[in-house]
């Protein structure tokens, strides 16, 4: 299984970004797929999720500002990132699911800053 | 929201010894809990499913249990390449994690 993050890159405020993640070793269509950030010296924090129906998921605080979707054709998966602020700067991973909600493996991450 | 409450935020082992992390959820998340590793510029690597199922070449000074909505995350035996930051998290409603517990020497 590899993951391939990319798109991360320094935004200002109010700005847009959209994230891929390439995926391979895996029969893609079968899997739900996340993304999954870690802010500067923090913690984890789930943020979005699709399902292998196409159902989507988000956190609390990024609904509404970021949308998840997946190209089953390309083995890919995407966020599209609004209205970003500085609270959003992280390395975000993207994370194949393992069937039931647990993340079996990961990309190494993109880097998404945001400051003026 | 789930709240996951991990104790302690610290834990300072010596090579040898057995580490045990605490995993505390708000409400009960039946046995959808999971454990991941994280090491200093790497990205997670999951360990524990299930509550207590290892993944796959995970070494077997691994191990995790449940008592209610109390999880924890043993390490027999540490050994140098175990000192990293652990995370739970819960799947069962939605998905959260814990803000990690750090094995330090």
């Known amino acids: 299984v590899q993951l391939v993050e990319s798109g991360g890159f320094v935004v200002q405020p109010g700005g847009s970004l959209r994230l891929s993640c390439a995926a391979s070793g895996f029969t893609f269509n079968d899997y739900a797929m996340g993304w999954v950030r870690q802010s500067p010296g923090r913690g984890l924090e789930w943020v979005s999720l699709i399902t292998r129906d196409g159902d989507t998921y988000y956190a609390d605080s990024v609904k509404g500002r970021i949308t998840i979707s997946r190209d089953n054709s390309r083995h890919s998966v995407f966020l599209q990132m609004d209205s970003l602020r500085a609270d959003d700067t992280a390395l975000y991973y993207c994370a194949k699911d393992g069937s039931n909600g647990y993340f079996e493996d990961w990309g190494q991450g993109t880097l998404v800053s945001v400051s003026s | 929201e789930i709240v996951m409450t991990q104790s302690p935020a610290t834990l300072s082992v010596s090579p040898g010894e057995r580490a045990t992390l605490s995993c505390r959820a708000s409400q009960s998340v039946s046995s959808d809990l999971a454990w991941y590793q994280q090491k200093p510029g790497q990205a997670p690597r999951l360990l524990i499913y299930g509550a207590f199922i290892r993944a796959t070449d995970v070494p077997v000074r691994f191990s995790g249990s449940r008592s209610g909505t109390e999880f924890t995350l043993t390490i027999s035996g540490l050994q140098s390449d175990d000192f990293a930051v652990y995370y739970c998290?819960?799947?069962?409603?939605?998905?959260?994690f814990g803000q990690g517990t750090k094995v330090e020497i």
């Open positions: 998290q819960q799947y069962h409603n939605w998905w959260t």
